[in-house]
């Protein structure tokens, strides 16, 4: 079974600090990689995506990929409780595996003012 | 630019009765993918469509059926329901458009939450 894995949290972060969620998947043939942000009772937002090893950054945010390690992260710079949420994270496969994306449960997210 | 839109937004069945689902995907995306998210769980892959037809399935039943639009709209459908059935059902799109963003992202309606009786 192919598989997302990530701690479920919830990690508490005081306001201002850096946010470290963590993420490892078991499928080598993954390609793709997505966080989606998913506050209590709305549908997943994508905030990020990354395809290749190494750091790729969006504003407060900043995706990391090691495929030899099979581990994906994404860190939020200067928390604000607006981004208090649940994490997912997620891995897309390639070819005949293309078309299923195969989601973590989720890593739940506090920021304490 | 319109997002991905569903409907309905409730809904309430009893065990073995039929539901569908209806999707609208995002201006220009011609992919829809259906999830299935449990409470306190994951989104789990049902189906993907693309230009009308099935394109990957996951590891649901075959009384989880779906339909594409030559629109690119998409129906999901499940019979006779069960209460394990009871979850928010996600839409997402996904599809070239020149931006930016990568075919490969999927971008999610707000969800049909079903609830079995």
């Known amino acids: 079974q192919k598989e997302v894995e990530q701690n479920s949290g919830p990690l508490s972060v005081p306001e201002g600090a850096i946010a470290s969620l963590n993420c490892t998947y078991s499928d080598r043939g993954s390609q793709s990689f997505f966080w989606y942000r998913q506050y209590s009772g709305k549908s997943p937002e994508l905030i990020m995506s990354?395809?290749?090893?190494g750091d790729k950054e969006d504003g407060r945010f900043t995706a990391q990929l090691n495929k030899a390690s099979q581990y994906v992260s994404l860190l939020i710079r200067d928390s604000q409780p607006s981004d208090s949420a649940t994490y997912l994270c997620a891995a897309q496969g390639a070819y005949s595996s293309a078309s299923k994306i195969i989601f973590g449960s989720g890593t739940r997210l506090s920021i304490r003012p | 630019e319109t997002g991905v839109t569903q409907s309905p937004t409730h809904l309430i069945k009893t065990r073995g009765q039929q539901v569908t689902l209806r999707c609208s995907s995002q201006s220009g995306h011609n992919t829809v993918s259906w999830y299935q998210q449990a409470l306190g769980q994951g989104p789990q892959f049902i189906f993907q469509?693309?230009?009308?037809?099935?394109?990957g399935r996951g590891n649901f039943p075959p009384r989880f059926s779906g339909l594409q639009f030559p629109n690119y709209s998409s129906e999901l459908n499940v019979n006779a329901l069960e209460l394990d059935d009871s979850a928010l059902y996600l839409c997402?799109?996904?599809?070239?458009?020149?931006?930016?963003?990568?075919?490969?992202?999927?971008?999610f309606g707000p969800g049909t939450r079903l609830t079995v009786l």
């Open positions: 997402a799109s996904s599809g070239w458009t020149g931006e930016k963003s990568s075919y490969n992202e999927q971008f």
């Open positions: 469509y693309y230009r009308e037809e099935e394109n």
């Open positions: 990354i395809y290749s090893n």
